[in-house]
């Protein structure tokens, strides 16, 4: 890791425990009688950055994808591969923590008729099609172009995900941050620094992942030029 990247580190690190400390405890609770949604109120600053690192990795994806069968510059295919698995991890926050929030606020776990939920699991389990699919070719050109056309395809269900709530009638939230009062200024400081936080940490997380990556494939040539 560079010394600009160190110093990254710790300055997230520190916006990090401040965005916890406003999440949790400096943001007001919503105006809810009983005790558990106001609690489970307080997931929003977690889930709503954690899907939007995880449209982040998706778009990067996508763009390298592309890139790749421009170019069948090898680097875009690993820099995809790297940011898939990123966006996995913070879709799991999202999928893990939205159950919660919705089981204190709705009184239920899962609603297989709420389109939000149904496609982001669809987004979901398309990304993990996605890597299955990079383990499973052996040929490995050929494996990173099946890999790219496939991330484009399954991007597709991005926009599809975020525009749920405004084409079907559903339970799910819209996007209150973008409407007048949708939230207190505690609330949009709490909530815009968490994204700023997990924007950062996708940044450095994919830099280190990626430094990893490359480590791999070359201890795989080497292994392989020594078998020959």
């Not at 799991?92 to 776990?109: D, F, M, N, S």
């Not at 505690?186 to 280190?208: C, G, H, N, R």
Request: aromatic letters at 16%; glycine letters at 6%; one cysteine or more.
């Amino acid at each position: 890791m560079s010394k600009r990247d160190e110093v990254i580190s710790w300055i997230t690190l520190g916006l990090a425990l401040l965005a916890v400390y406003l999440s949790l405890i400096y943001t007001p609770f919503i105006n809810e009688p009983k005790l558990i949604p106001r609690v489970a109120q307080k997931i929003f600053y977690f889930h709503v950055p954690g899907a939007w690192v995880g449209f982040l990795a998706f778009f990067v994806v996508f763009v390298c994808s592309i890139a790749f069968l421009k170019t069948s510059d090898r680097r875009y295919d690993s820099i995809a591969q790297v940011s898939a698995e990123i966006g996995i991890i913070f879709s799991t926050i999202t999928l893990v923590t939205g159950p919660i929030w919705g089981k204190a606020a709705w009184g239920a776990w899962w609603d297989w008729g709420e389109p939000r939920l149904v496609t982001f699991l669809v987004l979901w389990l398309l990304y993990i099609g996605y890597l299955i699919l990079n383990r499973s070719v052996a040929e490995d050109f050929r494996r990173a172009r099946y890999a790219a056309v496939f991330g484009i395809v399954a991007f597709v269900d991005v926009p599809i995900v975020f525009l749920s709530v405004r084409w079907y009638r559903t339970v799910h939230p819209s996007q209150p941050i973008l409407e007048r009062g949708g939230l207190s200024p505690e609330m949009k400081l709490a909530f815009f620094l968490s994204l700023f936080v997990f924007t950062v940490l996708f940044y450095l997380i994919l830099k280190t992942r990626l430094s990893l990556f490359n480590m791999e494939d070359e201890v795989k040539e080497i292994k392989e030029k020594m078998e020959e």
